[in-house]
């Protein structure tokens, strides 16, 4: 998670607000005592309202700045409220699911073919719990820890064949809904680790929401400028222009949580962002003209 921020800047902000308004009122009062005894108190008249119109300026400034900080309060306490509540389902669903298959196979007689059944259905709620741990610690140590250093690189296709190969057995898709297209060689900058993540986290994103009937590209290439860029495109119904860059912030899922079907925390970009902002790259959202869907562009140093 983000660090915590200190509460100095506000509270020092606060007392120069207070100080400035009290100064405002003695000022003004002085102000209309020079006023009243004449003339001959020009140049202190005109000093003190000098000294008057600078605090209003920074009363002003100070309010501006306090509306900033308090918009930016109520947004962060919005995504929170819609994380709780995303976690909470994504917690409540799967403890469900397993207790009612439990409870099946504890009091009446199952053929071995529900058996199986309830075998598989509890194992995809126990990875479904295990995603979303995962979610959270990833989340919770991604800034804490160092960028990794510059003489650390990876090879890309193998961490690319492994995030395809867990979306297609998570969702249970045909291996042919996703298709990457990699160079054997091709290697980054980075600890094999991150890449994991941002991957995992990318392709997992672009068959979710493309159900039932995905269709996810996944492609690699290096750049002239000794860069790779891959890209990441599905089938689903998109992402409006006016959210592609809010859906990189934490907490934060499209829509409403009670009536969202898809599952997850709204961490999940905010980690790529994170990760991707580490390996000195950098990731966007494209629409996937003319045809429906998003392309995910990730651009890091290539080996």
Known sequence: MEPRRSLG????????????????GVGWVLVSIAAAL??????FYYAVL????????????????????T?????????QSNFIDSVTHELKSPLASLKLYLQTLT???????QQ????????QDVERLDTLIDHLLDAAKTLQRRPAQATETAALEPV?????????????VPEGSVRLDC???LRVRGREADLEIVFRNLVDNAVKYSLPEPIVEVTAQATAQGRVVVLVSDNGPGIPVSQRTNVFRRFTRLGSELERSTPGTGLGLFLVRSLVKQLRGKVTVRGRLPDRGTIMEVEIPAA
Not at 9 to 24: D, F, K, N, R, Y
Not at 50 to 69: H, M, N, P, T
Not at 160 to 172: D, H, I, Q, T
């Open 107 to 113: 009091r009446r007689p199952v053929s071995p073919e």
């Open 38 to 43: 004449g003339s001959e108190n020009a140049a």
């Open 9 to 24: 800047w506000p509270i020092l902000l606060g007392v120069v607000l207070i100080g400035s308004i009290i100064a405002l």
């Open 50 to 69: 000098g000294v008057g119109v600078a605090l209003l300026v920074l009363v002003l400034v100070g309010v501006i700045v306090y509306l900033a900080l």
């Open 160 to 172: 690319l064949v492994r995030a395809c190969a867990n979306a297609v057995r998570r969702y249970g």
């Open 183 to 185: 160079d054997a060689g």
């Open 71 to 79: 918009v930016k309060a109520i947004a962060l306490s919005q995504r």
């Open 116 to 123: 199986a059944d309830f075998h598989r259905f509890m194992l």
